[in-house]
Structure formats: structure tokens, C-alpha cells
């Protein structure tokens, strides 16, 4: 499944050799045992370092088998590095990943991104997007020597309570149906979601083109990879009066969920079928798909849906910084320099 890489290539003058460092393109996903111990990996950053990396668990189990998009390195046969590669749309692709901190500074890191940026190229993906948390100050070096910033996005955890007096009650069953009465006391209309279907695709690729900057080629990749495609990944329709009005995803990995590709169709927004949906899709995750956390992410520059959001309960819990580079001058600049 996977090759093993040479440690050392020309162009770099690291150390990685020294300390018998096996760096691999994997093809066709992660094993379980690999699996595990990045979950490991990523649980060490986030207690020593309170730094959470966007790694998208559910790709990560879902592999295609004729693809290369992960990349690691190993020492005596333990993961000590990972950088995995996300595709949305064919015009370019999302890049994270993370090191073992008693690993850093010796070249590691770079020799992943080569191996990905060599990748990229080969499949002419024009632009590679590298995220990088924002309380990683060591990250946001890394990336702003090879990458032009693009945006940001706040993460944002559902929380209500955050901030009053009162303590989380040890049951969230009453204040769930709470939620429920409240939103929908705001209702003058017959507004749910429905599960989508195949015959919808022409509309969620509508939909998609409307609210993202998105070509509809793009569009239409990203709705056949992940509609009804891999378990916990779900996409539902907002309807109004039988009528649909606007789309919504939820990815569940592990305890949390997450609410994606939000979007109302243009002519229906203003009219507070955001906040009905987003209330009621809250309550859908945690009574139907039993997971205790909801969050989401919204670009630091849509003050709009902030707010919207930040009326609803949710509150900002960390910052994505992303960054843009052609494959091939990600390389160029991988060559002559020592980032690690």
C-alpha cells in the first residue's frame, strides 16, 4: 500500500538521514494502525500545544485506492509526521498536516510537502492550499515563505451557555427541546431539511455556484464526491413550503459535528430561514446522530453569517489561516531553501 521514500533527495541539506527517518507516499489511504496513532499525533499537538490541525477525518477513512494523497514520515516505525492532501474541487486542492514536537526544525516537514507538491503537479492541480492554524506561530512562518495568503476562517463551537452563570446541565435533553421551542415559535412557515438524493444534484450544484465562488465544473465535482458517497458525511435540503430553498451538509467524525456547504438560494435570504434551519439542524445532530459537539467554520470576512451565527449559540473556538501556491513553485522554493 505504501512506498517507502528515500530520506534523502537532492536539493535538500536536512538532517533527517542521521536520525533513520523513513518518509512515504502512501497510495490508496491510511491502514487502521496508521489511522490510530495520527490520531495519537494529533492528540499530543492539541494537549502540549492547544493546537488543533484541520485534518478531515472523514477523507482521511476514505480513500480512493487509486490515488495518492497522504504523506508521512516514520522513525523505527513509529508516525511521527503527516501531511495529508484534501480535494474539493479539480481546480485545487487543501493541504495539513503536523509534526511530532521532538521532531521539528530538521527537515521533515519539508520533504512531505515535496513529496505532495510533486503529486499535485503530476496531476496538474493548479493551486495548492496550505492550512495552517493560527495559534501555531512556527506553522504560519513555514507557510508564508512558500504561499501567498488567501483567507481565514474562524472555527466556531456550538455553546449557548458559554459565558452565563448557570452550570451545563448534566443532560442537554431539556435544553434541546428548548431550542426546538424557540426556534420554532419563530416559524410562520412550513420550513425542515430533507436527506438529498441523486435526483438532486443538478440543484445542489446550483446551489453551490450561488452561494460559493465556485465554477459550476467545480461545483459539480464537489457534489458527485461527496453526496450519499462515505458514511457520516450527510447533505440535506432546506425546504420552504415544499419548495427547495437552500442546502446544507453535516460531517460526524468521532464525538463532533461539523455543518458545512450552508447556503440559502439568493432570493430567499433575509427572510430568517438561516436561523430556523441552522437551529433545527443543531437539534437533528444531537437527538438523531447522538454527537455531543457542533461546530462549523465561516470566513473571518462574512460578518453577516458571523453574527447570524454568533445569535444562535455558536462561539469562536480557533482560526484556520490559508494559504495559495502553484504546485511547481512550491517546489522551486522547497529546493533552495531549509524551512524545517
Not at 516514520?74 to 508516525?79: A, E, I, Q, T, V
Not at 474539493?88 to 516537514?109: A, H, K, M, N, T
Not at 457534489?223 to 458517497?229: A, G, M, P, Q, R
Request: proline share 3%; net charge negative.
Amino acid at each position: 500500500m505504501a512506498d517507502a521514500i528515500s530520506s534523502r533527495s537532492s536539493g535538500f541539506q536536512d538532517d533527517i538521514s542521521s536520525i533513520n527517518v523513513e518518509i512515504r507516499a502512501i497510495r490508496g489511504g491510511l491502514g487502521q494502525d496508521y489511522l490510530r496513532q495520527l490520531e495519537i499525533l494529533a492528540e499530543q499537538c492539541r494537549k502540549q500545544e492547544q493546537l488543533n490541525v484541520k485534518l478531515n477525518w472523514n477523507m482521511l477513512k476514505d480513500r480512493s485506492l487509486d490515488r495518492t494523497d497522504d504523506f508521512a514520515a516514520f522513525h523505527n516505525g513509529k508516525l511521527i509526521a503527516f501531511l495529508g492532501l484534501y480535494s474539493f474541487q479539480d481546480s485545487e486542492i487543501e493541504g495539513s498536516g503536523l509534526v511530532d514536537p521532538g521532531y521539528r526544525r530538521q527537515g521533515i516537514f519539508s520533504r512531505l510537502l515535496q513529496l505532495a507538491a510533486r503529486e499535485c503537479a503530476k496531476r496538474e492541480i493548479p493551486k495548492m492550499i496550505l492550512i495552517c492554524p493560527r495559534s501555531s506561530s512556527a506553522a504560519l512562518g513555514f507557510v508564508k515563505k512558500l504561499s501567498a495568503y488567501a483567507f481565514s476562517e474562524y472555527v466556531m463551537k456550538f455553546a449557548p451557555d458559554e459565558g452565563r452563570d448557570q452550570p451545563e446541565p448534566a443532560s442537554s435533553g431539556a435544553r434541546t427541546v428548548q431550542l426546538r421551542q424557540d426556534y420554532r415559535q419563530e416559524a410562520d412557515r412550513e420550513i425542515r431539511t430533507r436527506p438529498a438524493q441523486l435526483s438532486d444534484t443538478e440543484l445542489l450544484v446550483r446551489l453551490n455556484c450561488d452561494g460559493f465562488v465556485m465554477s459550476e465544473a467545480d461545483s459539480r465535482t464537489y457534489v458527485e464526491s461527496t453526496l450519499n458517497k462515505s458514511p457520516g458525511n450527510y447533505t440535506r435540503i432546506v425546504e420552504m413550503n415544499g419548495e427547495a430553498v437552500g442546502k446544507l451538509g453535516i460531517i460526524v467524525t468521532g464525538s463532533e459535528a461539523y455543518i458545512v456547504g450552508f447556503v440559502i438560494s439568493r432570493g430567499y435570504r433575509g427572510r430568517g430561514i438561516g436561523r430556523i434551519i441552522l437551529m433545527e439542524t443543531v437539534d437533528y445532530i444531537k437527538r438523531e446522530l447522538k454527537t455531543g459537539e457542533v461546530r462549523l467554520e465561516v470566513a473571518v470576512v462574512n460578518d453577516h453569517a458571523l453574527g447570524l451565527y454568533q445569535s444562535c449559540g455558536f462561539h469562536i473556538a480557533d482560526a484556520n489561516d490559508y494559504y495559495e501556491t502553484p504546485p511547481e513553485a512550491c517546489l522551486r522554493d522547497l529546493a533552495v531553501r531549509i524551512y524545517e
